[in-house]
């Protein structure tokens, strides 16, 4: 019987290690971890958060934190990227989030020879602190990362939680809405990183029955009766956004929108998702739930 | 070569002249530091060595051959319309492409397993689009003889706005994922190509020019109008099928590899003209030469300008065209 | 060897255009076809190029059906002169005049072709348009243009075939210079042994330019034959609606 028992832990842990093989061999340490290119801001804000920065060569547009960012080489936009582009910074590793692309340019770069990493990325807290630490293990830094994690992080993390885990006090229902298509805003449907991050603050997405980025009309907007309005925006002219939404017949119709119940913040700080997201998560919780 | 005067040929050794010493320029100047004397002359690095033959090679031949595609395909259209303005997204082949191409992005996943890693997918189920336009613009336009052309235009805007609509109920439908690929296909780009991509689509463009020349004569004489085109010995059923199929087939290929890229096929031909003279025999090759020369340049200065990062080819054809294209509409007002 | 037009009829949207006609055009001679506007004149010369199929009937060119016979056959054996559309690219005069050239290679060596040119150009009175743009040019020039692309079409290199021309009123638009240069050339034509096929507007050109008329009204022919038998005051006034008279002392319709 203990030989049973011992076989069926043998198996379950065999098991989760096959499952745990393909996110590990990611994040296994490279060859050589400096001189590095990266595709995607949040792995840019990981690196500086991890006071390693001395080691990028080069970023992507995306990478626009901190404001010494802008003194790097730029290779372009994180979704059409120039093979010759990177190769030319003679990098011995790049690291880039999942959305790094042409596919076929990616293909090109790991034909050259050079290590190429996608970093894994799930759009919750516990996601941040996984990506932080495979970003950290591929440069070889585990345990000065898992310091940093420890003293700044895990906190906010677990003070973050205990929004998400309420069952006290009625949940916020919010929308976040990330530009305007004509007349009609683009919001965040499941599966998307508005979603991901309306759920790190423990409120409700609204719009959580469909999937994806999608224009909205005026009546569902009014029909859904959202408490706050989450608006990720690039320049922080809180001023005149708020202006220009609140006199919105959009907007102006919904209780939030009266109540000017709109919440801005910036919009890689907020769906980035890397240290800031962590923050701003926080940051956007307690704005929304200290004025009950 | 015998309607082709001796200037006319001057025009066309020049031209291939220049394309040669551009391809030289191309292949030399990049992000990336290699050269073609490096190639000849010198030990180059692995990396180099990589760079120069299997990234920045096939991309400089890849702009060459889309550049002769666009802007022969355009002549062949503005002759077969006899219509200044003709270009191969005129009669919707270009937006078969695009819909083929973006059908596959969008739903490939859901019908063909590991279909989104196969590189070869995207150009056929592109060329698959084009070539489905074609079928239906060749049904649409079969029982109506001379007055073909004008059903050809309509059902080719036809196809443009079909297209139109399928493109933005799939963009609609697609996921997060999925849009990056649209959004990349539609901005133009020679970057990612490969010899063994690029290979056998070079071919049919190869064989498609070989086919449409032949016919340059007959396209002169279309100018005069079917009626009078017919009576001087021209199948013009015949002659609208060769220059319709050859046509898409270069542009479907073209738009399936690298995207869509606009203005080259209604301005080239223009230059050419204005170099040269306006009878076909002359006119195909040279617009090839010179759409080849143009976009091997502007896909030159798309990945220079700004390196490392890099521009939509697309831009810089639209930036250049779009003045040429007032200047010609103005030119064509005038007389 | 001639053109036989058997029984051609030929309806659109149910309207006759075409009514059972029948002719026949023979070599080295001139058949003028006239007629009151919408008559069928054009829409014939249509049917006898091949433009046109008809509803019922046919065309024997040669001793073959129309239809048998090939695109490009049919223009070694024909050519015709119509109204022409706008040409919408600046070609050369000398190379509109040369896409009436049908065979397939130039004969340039040998300088026949080079003669050709010089000798239709100079006999249109245009070889000192050649280099000319052609879209600069009068109505009239290009007009003359397009009869001497016509003329080299009929010129052709095989010799002893049965050629024919068709002229839809050549001489509309034209001044008096070039009018007459055009019937002269279409006569000498006519004694070469091509058979020549015009509609004609102007009844007394037709008169004294025509070996033989057909005289046709609402698509059925009402008189077809020699000049002075067809220009008979009474059929003439049935046929034009108009009361006329024709002086044949002078050769001269006159209207009362």
Redo the contacts between chains.
């Keep these: 019987m203990y030989y049973r028992i011992l076989m069926l832990h043998l198996f379950l842990f065999v098991n989760s290690l096959l499952a745990e093989i393909s996110v590990l061999s990611i994040c296994n340490i490279a060859n050589n971890t400096s001189d590095i290119v990266v595709a995607g801001g949040s792995i840019t804000e990981i690196l500086y958060f991890l006071n390693e920065e001395d080691r990028i060569l080069?970023i992507d547009?995306t990478s626009n934190f901190p404001k010494q960012t802008s003194e790097l080489?730029?290779?372009?936009?994180v979704?059409?990227?120039?093979?010759?582009?990177?190769?030319?910074?003679n990098p011995k590793l790049i690291l880039g989030e999942n959305?790094m692309?042409?596919?076929?340019?990616l293909?090109?770069i790991r034909?050259?020879?050079v290590d190429l990493r996608i970093i894994p990325e799930e759009q919750t807290a516990m996601g941040i602190i996984d990506k932080i630490s495979c970003v950290a293990s591929i440069i070889g830094i585990q345990d000065k990362a898992q310091e940093e994690i420890k003293d700044k992080l895990m906190p906010k993390v677990k003070y973050l939680k205990t929004f998400q885990d309420n069952k006290i006090f009625k949940r916020k229902r919010v929308m976040l809405i990330l530009s305007m298509q004509g007349t009609s805003p683009i919001v965040a449907g499941s599966?998307?990183s508005g979603d991901g991050f309306i759920k790190m603050t423990g409120a409700i997405n609204v719009f959580e029955s469909f999937?994806?980025?999608?224009p909205v009309s005026e009546e569902a907007i009014i029909d859904s009766d959202p408490d706050y309005f989450i608006i990720p925006s690039r320049d922080m002219h809180k001023g005149s956004d708020v202006k220009s939404l609140t006199s919105n017949p959009i907007f102006k119709n919904t209780k939030a929108g009266s109540k000017e119940n709109f919440i801005f913040e910036d919009s890689m700080a907020m769906l980035g998702f890397g240290p800031r997201t962590i923050i701003t998560a926080l940051k956007v919780a307690k704005e929304m739930y200290q004025q009950d | 070569m015998k309607y082709v005067n001796s200037y006319q040929m001057f025009i066309v050794y020049s031209s291939i002249l220049i394309l040669l010493v551009v391809l030289g320029l191309a292949l030399s100047f990049?992000?990336?530091?290699v050269t073609f004397i490096d190639y000849l002359y010198s030990d180059m690095s692995?990396?180099q060595e990589?760079?120069f033959t299997?990234?920045?090679f096939p991309r400089v031949l890849l702009s060459a051959f889309v550049g002769a595609s666009l802007a022969t395909s355009g002549a062949c259209l503005q002759g077969l319309f006899r219509n200044p303005l003709a270009d191969p997204g005129l009669i919707g082949v270009s937006a078969g492409a695009a819909l083929g191409a973006t059908s596959f992005i969008v739903l490939g996943s859901n019908f063909i397993q590991g279909s989104?890693?196969n590189?070869y997918l995207l150009p056929l189920s592109s060329i698959c689009g084009s070539a489905f336009v074609i079928s239906a613009l060749f049904f649409i336009t079969r029982g109506f003889g001379k007055e073909g052309i004008t059903y050809l235009l309509l059902a080719g805007i036809a196809v443009n706005a079909f297209s139109g609509v399928g493109i933005g109920i799939l963009t609609?439908i697609?996921?997060?994922?999925e849009l990056?690929?649209l959004?990349?296909w539609t901005?133009g780009?020679f970057?990612?190509?490969?010899i063994s991509m690029i290979g056998p689509a070079l071919l049919f463009i190869i064989f498609s020019f070989i086919w449409i020349i032949k016919e340059a004569r007959k396209l002169d004489i279309l100018q005069l109008g079917e009626s009078e085109a017919y009576r001087l010995g021209i199948d013009i059923k015949k002659l609208r099928f060769s220059v319709i199929v050859s046509s898409a087939i270069i542009v479907g290929i073209s738009v399936s590899l690298s995207g869509m890229i606009g203005f080259v096929g209604l301005v080239v031909p223009h230059l050419a003209r204005i170099l040269g003279g306006v009878n076909h025999s002359f006119l195909l090759p040279s617009s090839a030469l010179i759409g080849a020369i143009l976009m091997v340049l502007a896909d030159l200065f798309a990945?220079t300008m700004?390196?490392?990062?890099?521009l939509?080819v697309g831009l810089i054809t639209s930036a250049i065209g779009s003045p040429f294209f007032l200047w010609l509409i103005f030119r064509i007002r005038k007389s | 060897m001639t053109i036989e037009v058997n029984r051609i009829s030929y309806k659109i949207n149910n309207f006759s255009i075409l009514r059972d006609v029948s002719l026949e055009i023979k070599g080295g001679e001139i058949l003028s076809i006239i007629g009151p506007n919408g008559s069928g004149k054009s829409t014939l010369m249509k049917v006898l190029a091949g433009d046109i199929i008809p509803d019922s009937g046919s065309v024997i060119i040669n001793g073959k059906n129309l239809n048998d016979i090939e695109i490009s056959s049919r223009a070694i054996v024909r050519s015709m002169m119509s109204q022409t559309q706008n040409i919408v690219y600046d070609f050369d005069v000398r190379e509109i005049i040369e896409m009436g050239w049908l065979e397939s290679s130039i004969d340039q060596a040998n300088g026949h072709f080079e003669n050709t040119i010089k000798l239709i150009s100079n006999e249109c009175g245009i070889d000192h348009l050649l280099k000319r743009k052609f879209n600069s040019l009068s109505g009239g020039e290009q007009r003359m243009v397009h009869f001497a692309r016509t003329l080299l079409q009929s010129n052709g290199l095989q010799k002893n075939l049965q050629k024919y021309i068709f002229f839809d009123e050549p001489t509309a638009n034209l001044d008096i210079k070039r009018e007459l240069n055009i019937l002269n050339v279409i006569r000498k034509k006519a004694k070469e042994g091509y058979g020549i096929f015009v509609v004609l507007h102007d009844l007394n050109l037709a008169y004294n330019f025509s070996d033989r008329i057909i005289l046709i009204k609402d698509g059925k022919i009402s008189k077809m034959g020699d000049p002075n038998d067809v220009f008979d005051d009474e059929i003439l006034s049935e046929v034009y609606e108009v009361p006329v008279y024709f002086d044949k002392d002078i050769g001269r319709i006159k209207y009362y």
């Excluded at chain 1, 979704?79 to 910074?89: K, N, P, Q």
């Excluded at chain 2, 700004?306 to 890099?310: H, L, R, S």
């Design positions: 080069g547009v080489p730029s290779i372009g936009y979704r059409s990227l120039s093979t010759e582009g990177i190769l030319s910074l959305d692309g042409p596919p076929l340019v293909d090109q034909e050259v020879g599966g998307t999937e994806g980025w999608k | 990049g992000s990336y530091k692995k990396v990589s760079v299997k990234i920045r989104v890693t590189p609609y697609s996921d997060d994922s990056r690929g959004t990349f901005m780009s970057g990612g190509a490969t990945r700004i390196k490392p990062a890099e939509p």
